[in-house]
């Protein structure tokens, strides 16, 4: 059913996910599935990782940067759900096997901040701590949990570093980049004029989404199944309230 256009406020971020949420329920095949992927995707990370938790830390948290991108096809599913359609797995898949350049050099920009973070996390605490890190408790007690300013600080304040400019480029123009013929380069301006005009509810919707990730991966990765559906359908209706587009954007794709 369409969904009416709201003034966007603080409380915005809970009515996005009511939306995404609504969505999941009456379409839960495509979602389900996409979480499953993703969470079979971060079962293999811990695999892959081992005992390497220096490593595992930059991964996951690289997760959030390069989620959005692998959210696509849901974007499909609730813009067919806003014209009152039910887009089953075929029309998930063209979205999927259509080439759109534009997507596919935004998924590769992703991906190099993603990698570069890794790298970054990685090597700043290899080198800065004063014991290995190799399993989680590890890392709490040598980094987290530690008294003296230092580390662990300095981690977050360079993930957020990288984080905030990559959520301000991506937080509207990926589902722009499916709704309509936006170029790239027009689509990050229009997601950095969003979250300009709207500070507040963009970053409450930020630490929003952290906080259901983090969630996720507490539940050993069991909640992503849920959660990576549910917020990427509700940041198809966090681009139509921080754009204000009528349904079908500038010139539908």
Not at 217 to 233: K, R, S
Request: charged fraction near 10%.
């Amino acid at each position: 059913m369409p969904v009416a256009r709201v003034p966007v406020g603080l409380g915005s971020p809970v009515r996005w996910l009511a939306l995404g949420w609504a969505d999941l329920r009456e379409n839960p095949l495509p979602g389900l599935l996409h979480g499953l992927v993703l969470t079979a995707f971060g079962a293999l990370l811990l695999w892959a990782a081992g005992e390497k938790f220096w490593l595992l830390a930059g991964a996951f948290s690289g997760f959030l940067i390069v989620a959005p991108i692998l959210a696509t096809g849901l974007y499909q599913v609730s813009r067919a759900s806003e014209s009152g359609r039910r887009a089953g797995l075929g029309e998930v898949a063209l979205v999927w096997r259509s080439g759109d350049r534009r997507l596919v050099i935004f998924g590769l920009l992703l991906g190099l901040a993603g990698t570069g973070w890794v790298l970054t996390s990685a090597g700043l605490i290899t080198l800065w701590s004063p014991q290995p890190i190799h399993k989680p408790a590890d890392f709490l007690r040598h980094v987290v949990l530690v008294r003296e300013i230092g580390l662990f600080e300095v981690w977050l304040l360079l993930g957020a570093l990288l984080a905030a400019p990559v959520f301000a480029s991506s937080v509207v123009a990926l589902p722009m980049l499916l709704d309509t013929r936006a170029s790239v380069m027009d689509a990050v301006r229009a997601s950095w004029r969003a979250v300009a005009s709207h500070p507040g509810p963009t970053a409450a919707w930020a630490v929003l989404i952290v906080l259901l990730v983090g969630l996720g991966m507490a539940t050993a990765l069991l909640g992503l199944i849920v959660i990576v559906p549910l917020v990427a359908h509700a940041s198809w209706y966090a681009y139509r309230d921080l754009t204000a587009q009528p349904f079908g954007g500038l010139a539908a794709s």
